[in-house]
């Protein structure tokens, strides 16, 4: 079946500006992950959800970030007023549980001007 | 507070030569230790976890409770082992995966 897809695959914004980025999870899957991965880095875990709830949500970076997963399927991660530092790929993963193995998406890559 | 360190940014190996990629933890509980790999223009995928003691593409990872450490072998490397390798951990909040910063393994042929 299709992986995890995530949209767009390259967002380009300008400082100041609201973003949503977009995860579909691999059918079936109840846990959702998001990843944020800055230049030479790697994944540093941002919010996790099982089912429509957030489960942790202690990596969000601050209040500017805010993620949902209404119906327990895809998730919109959404940031405002965009800062250059929030350039990076922000990658989602999905599992069927929370020890599962995660499954990876292509990640948005997202460039604040 | 759980920290992954892979201290090589670059390894470069000749086909046919030993690999070793290293990876230290720093956990106080029980981790769970995992290895990624992510091949080139290709997304994240895991290679293995400690817990199934499995040999993935010839690699293999023993996890040193006493030296923290979880480094990944292979005996004789292949062109195609060339990839970005991320050693990672989950601990009590097993949700919560913590990557090191990567090491880019190049097979020269």
């Known amino acids: 079946g299709a992986g995890v897809s995530q949209t767009p695959s390259n967002k380009v914004t300008e400082k100041g500006k609201y973003v949503e980025l977009r995860c579909d999870p691999i059918s079936g899957h109840t846990a959702l992950y998001w990843y944020r991965q800055s230049l030479g880095q790697g994944p540093e875990f941002l919010i996790y959800f099982q089912g429509t709830g957030a489960a942790d949500d202690s990596g969000l970076p601050n209040d500017r970030f805010f993620a949902v997963r209404p119906e327990g399927s895809v998730s919109t991660l959404k940031i405002q007023r965009t800062e250059r530092g929030d350039s990076a790929v922000y990658l989602c993963a999905s599992s069927w549980g929370g020890a599962n193995t995660q499954y990876f998406g292509p990640g948005t890559r997202l460039t604040v001007l | 507070a759980q920290r992954v360190t892979q201290p090589e940014k670059l390894l470069s190996v000749f086909k046919g030569a030993p690999v070793e990629l290293k990876c230290n933890y720093s956990?106080?509980?029980?981790?769970?230790l995992f290895w990624y790999v992510q091949y080139s223009r290709q997304r994240l995928q895991l290679l293995l976890r400690?817990?199934s003691r499995e040999s993935i593409k010839g690699f293999t990872a023993d996890l040193n409770k006493g030296e923290t450490s979880f480094h990944l072998k292979k005996p004789f490397a292949q062109e195609e082992d060339s990839a970005m390798y991320y050693c990672a951990l989950t601990g009590d909040d097993y949700q919560k995966v913590t990557f090191g910063t990567g090491t880019k393994l190049q097979v020269i042929p």
């Open positions: 400690h817990i």
């Open positions: 956990y106080s509980g029980s981790p769970e």
